[in-house]
């Protein structure tokens, strides 16, 4: 209408229920113009007024002033009968165009010309009956919903005016009130305004992280298969408002801000969050408190759920109930199957707690408390099955209920009191459907199901008061009985093959049923088979803080139960430190190692497979803890004692291989890790292939030697090779693929090649970020080669930002002196140094090669660079006589190291030459110069680029570069 040249005010009307009808439809005629209403059943049905109210105010007022009004129909659904007095155009069942049509022609605006927006196309929300491009997981809408209009139309408008990155609001309100049901009723009211409408149950982190997740193939943003990617990936989208600017997401039942709030997406669009904690307003997130229902609410709710119920009664049940809603749902439903009075119900509830029902729940209301008990001897006495199944129910994890995996147990392994409830279909239906007529539970369905589907319950949503009160009600020998057929359940929905990502959705679903199912408790083989390969899959996926809590507390639980001498806690000590490993905390990860490395040798297990693995992750926590020389110790005994148990040319045998040339590199002995990758590299291609991931892991380090040896040209070569077959081979983001991406930027780099490594470190960087996320270590490698290339070659300040950030991470995970903190001191040194703060500079320096010489010695390859360093910001500083005494040592150092002609040896000659000239040596400074330039053109040629800034007498530098563990 506006686009017609109409002057258009659009109201949502509120009716409180305390002014009449009249009175307010009276009030409406007060605005110029007419009024246009749009009939729908569900405002009618929000209550609390009744049809008979509306016939009657319709007839008395827009009766006698039909032109005053007009009117749309958007129901087929029965609606008071008077509103056939706004003689509404009816606008169901068809499309956009023929519902604008008859808009118009009722509003007798058809032939009407359009008139160009001002400032180009103004894009407004899609045509109702139009779903979101991208809709997922939304759970039905509640056909009784009722009231609410107040906080609805609030939501709506803070969400809206919200500027973007701010629009976030938390419901927040106690069990029972309502919180989910407003949320998705706010998506079917609003949905229409959004390109993406994505439900996500963030019950638990976990959960919460896959269900975002799954939401990047939907975007259709291009990721591989592990969570931590998509949910990044994800996040980077809605961000950018790409492909979609519009978008709502619902965070429901997140009670744990503080484990998902960095998770929680930010940008154009909107987060609605339904909690019970209000701590999200510290989270940048705006509140609402959903409080119970207004009582005339209440009432006209019951109405509906119990048409038998009279006014006064449901004004009675609502105070005896304390307006609670879910309570009332489920009183309301089976009062109205019941010749129980209301007076008579409440005379129970004011008799007490059945107590052999129900037992007293601190975070439940009395009345909740009461109800249920009336309730639950109302389920046993009717379908007594429905109880059973409700106490199975309580072993899995509260919200949503995988309780189709109870049916595909053999019912002959079962007890014989759920045998029946579990084999029969008839009464399995028979026992959910009386669940359901009472909203004990609510069958979730995220996309179309028959009924017959949904009647066969393979899901539904158990809520968490109810999960709490029903479970602590249960005797010890109930709880024996259906904790072990929940657990067996869980057994035997493992896929068995936590490796492999097709098998990942499987083991996301189980998880957060471990903890109720008190899997750790049990002594069975087959539970104790299941908690390991979850732990597995959490540490293959990237579940990494779920993982953690759970091998943490396994690990308690298994120390007592099995001791430290069973295989099964060998096993998952191993998995407990390759968790924390992958976080990088390599401290508690070699106390781990070690522990079970010593009860290994107790047990006279020594020479076995299992403390072969032991002590290959033992290696590699020495490694991040820069022990480098205690883990080459281990990889050196390694080595021969896989080759002896397995085979020069297995698998194990040559991950171990590799793993010793890791070693050999950490400690700045580059030509010997390259004669040992380069074997390595020689029997994976004989006994694999060329393009086995293996083989191209050794490709890739071999690379990395030649180019630490400053063989660029070779490196380069062999990378690129590479490189190809791993974007074939793996992908794109994989990790292997990102490293080679980097050693290739690298190699670049150091051949020349600037204008082509630059683009590609920024982009090996911001997938790296995506995959593994900011804090991991292969992130943290990109980071400091993106922050030196931009140090000399883009924005300083960015530059600046990013090493600040590196050296921060690297400070927080690493104790004091570790050679990646003094690495990314010297590197940060140079910034400063570049941005005028030379005192700083200087002291950052020195700090550097201090701590470094003191890890790992002065004659290590990352003391030699950082000495580069130091010498250089001395002789800035106007100290060129200090600066030439370090350089002479570093030239020493090198030559012995790395050899006279290597390009970090070559640098500290080039960087003696200009300190000797301050000292007005010029003659000696001359011919070192001149000795070091014929090198320089030797080996890397006289137009590269380390030449041609050496001729033109620019003081080199060194970047730190961390290395993987």
Not at 135 to 161: C, I, K, M
Not at 307 to 314: E, F, N, V
Not at 555 to 563: D, E, G, N
Not at 910 to 936: H, S, T
Request: charged share 25%.
């Amino acid at each position: 209408m506006e686009r017609r040249g109409r002057r258009v005010v659009y109201a949502r009307w509120d009716a409180p229920p305390e002014v009449p009808l009249i009175d307010l439809l009276e009030s409406l005629k007060l605005a110029q113009g007419r009024i246009l209403i749009v009939v729908s059943e569900w405002y009618f049905q929000l209550g609390p007024r009744t049809h008979e109210e509306w016939n009657n105010a319709l007839r008395q007022v827009v009766a006698p002033d039909p032109e005053k009004f007009a009117a749309v129909s958007v129901t087929t659904a029965p609606v008071p009968t008077a509103t056939a007095v706004l003689a509404a155009f009816d606008l169901i069942n068809v499309g956009a165009e023929e519902a604008e049509r008859r808009l118009l022609d009722r509003l007798d605006m058809l032939g009407e010309p359009v008139l160009e927006p001002v400032g180009g196309v103004r894009r407004g929300p899609r045509f109702p009956a139009a779903m979101p491009e991208v809709w997922g997981r939304v759970p039905r809408r509640n056909t009784r919903f009722t009231g609410r209009e107040s906080l609805l139309n609030d939501a709506y408008h803070l969400l809206q005016s919200a500027e973007p990155g701010a629009g976030v609001l938390t419901l927040h309100g106690m069990p029972g009130v309502g919180k989910t049901q407003l949320g998705a009723e706010y998506v079917y009211r609003f949905g229409s305004e959004y390109d993406v409408v994505w439900w996500v149950n963030s019950e638990t982190p976990a959960t919460y992280r896959r269900r975002l997740a799954e939401l990047a193939p939907r975007l259709g943003l291009s990721t591989g298969a592990d969570y931590g990617e998509r949910l990044r990936a994800v996040a980077d989208a809605l961000r950018r408002g790409e492909p979609y600017a519009r978008w709502l997401l619902i965070l429901d039942g997140a009670d744990e801000p503080g484990q998902i709030s960095n998770l929680v997406p930010t940008g154009p669009g909107n987060v609605l969050i339904t909690s019970r904690n209000p701590d999200w307003r510290q989270y940048n997130s705006q509140l609402m408190e959903v409080p119970v229902y207004l009582r005339d609410e209440s009432v006209a709710f019951i109405r509906r759920r119990a048409p038998r119920l009279t006014d006064l009664d449901a004004g009675q049940l609502a105070e005896a109930l304390e307006d609670l809603p879910l309570l009332l749902d489920q009183t309301a439903g089976w009062l109205d199957d019941s010749e129980l009075s209301v007076p008579d119900y409440i005379a129970m509830l004011e008799g007490g707690i059945d107590r052999s029902m129900v037992r007293v729940s601190e975070d439940s209301p009395t009345a909740f408390q009461q109800a249920w008990s009336i309730l639950l001897r109302k389920l046993r006495q009717t379908v007594p099955e429905s109880v059973d199944l409700l106490r199975l129910c309580t072993f899995f994890a509260p919200g949503f209920v995988p309780v189709g995996l109870l049916r595909k147990l053999p019912t002959e392994e079962l007890p014989e009191r759920l045998a029946g409830l579990l084999g029969d279909p008839s009464l399995w239906i028979r026992a959910i459907n009386q669940l359901r007529q009472y909203s004990v539970v609510r069958l979730e369905s995220h996309e179309t199901v028959t009924d017959e589907d949904a009647s066969t319950g393979q899901s539904f949503y158990l809520h968490r008061m109810v999960h709490q009160i029903v479970h602590q009600g249960m005797s010890d020998e109930d709880s024996r009985v259906f904790v072990d057929v929940v657990r067996r359940a869980l057994v035997a929905a493992d896929p068995r093959s936590p490796q492999d990502t097709r098998s990942w959705d499987k083991y996301a679903e189980i998880v957060p049923h471990l903890k109720y199912a008190d899997v750790l408790q049990s002594e069975d083989r087959s539970v104790q088979r299941l908690v390991l390969n979850c732990l597995s899959y959490m540490c293959q996926s990237g579940e990494y803080a779920a993982g953690l809590k759970l091998g943490g507390l396994a690990m308690k639980a298994w120390r007592a139960l099995l001791s430290d001498g069973h295989p099964n806690f060998w096993e998952l000590a191993h998995h407990y430190a390759n968790l924390l490993r992958a976080v990088g905390d390599y401290r508690r990860a070699e106390e781990v190692g070690r522990s079970v490395v010593e009860s290994l040798r107790r047990h006279g297990r020594d020479q076995g497979l299992e403390v072969m693995r032991a002590t290959n992750g033992l290696a590699a926590d020495l490694r991040g803890l820069a022990r480098y020389k205690e883990a080459l110790e281990l990889s050196e005994w390694l080595v021969p004692a896989w080759h002896d148990l397995l085979g020069e040319s297995d698998r194990v045998t040559l991950r171990a291989q590799n793993n010793l040339a890791v070693s050999l590199r950490l400690l700045g002995r580059y030509e010997e890790a390259l004669a040992v990758d380069r074997e390595t590299l020689r029997l994976r291609t004989e006994g694999f292939s060329a393009r086995d991931s293996d083989t191209l892991y050794s490709a890739t380090f071999y690379a990395l030697d030649l180019r630490l040896l400053g063989r660029y040209g070779a490196a380069e070569s062999i990378q690129r090779d590479a490189l190809s077959e791993l974007r074939r081979v793996l992908g794109p983001d994989r990790t292997l693929t990102l490293f080679g991406e980097y050693n290739l930027a690298l190699c670049l780099y150091r051949g020349g090649g600037r204008s082509q490594a630059g683009p590609l470190l920024a982009r090996v960087l911001e997938r790296g970020e995506r995959v593994h996320g900011e804090t991991h270590p292969w992130t943290l490698i990109f980071a400091a080669a993106l922050a030196c290339f931009t140090r000399e070659h883009g924005d300083i300040d960015q530059a600046r930002a990013v090493s600040e950030s590196v050296l921060a991470r690297y400070e927080s995970a690493h104790s004091e002196g570790h050679p990646y903190v003094a690495g990314s001191q010297s590197n940060h040194s140079l910034i400063l140094c570049n941005v005028g703060e030379r005192d700083q500079a200087r002291t950052t320096a020195e700090r550097a090669l201090t701590d470094m010489t003191a890890t790992v010695g002065e004659g290590h390859p990352w003391t030699l660079g950082c000495a580069i360093n130091a010498s250089f910001i001395r002789n800035l500083s106007g100290d060129p006589e200090a600066a030439a005494d370090l350089s002479k040592s570093t030239i020493a150092g090198a030559t012995e190291t790395l050899g006279r002609t290597h390009p970090l040896t070559l640098s500290a000659r080039i960087a003696l030459a200009a300190d000797l000239r301050d000292l007005r040596g010029r003659k000696q400074a001359e011919k070192i110069e001149q000795e070091a330039l014929a090198d320089l053109s030797e080996t890397l040629g006289p137009q590269h680029v380390h030449t041609v800034a050496a001729r033109s007498r620019k003081r080199p530098y060194w970047d730190f570069e961390p290395l993987t563990v």
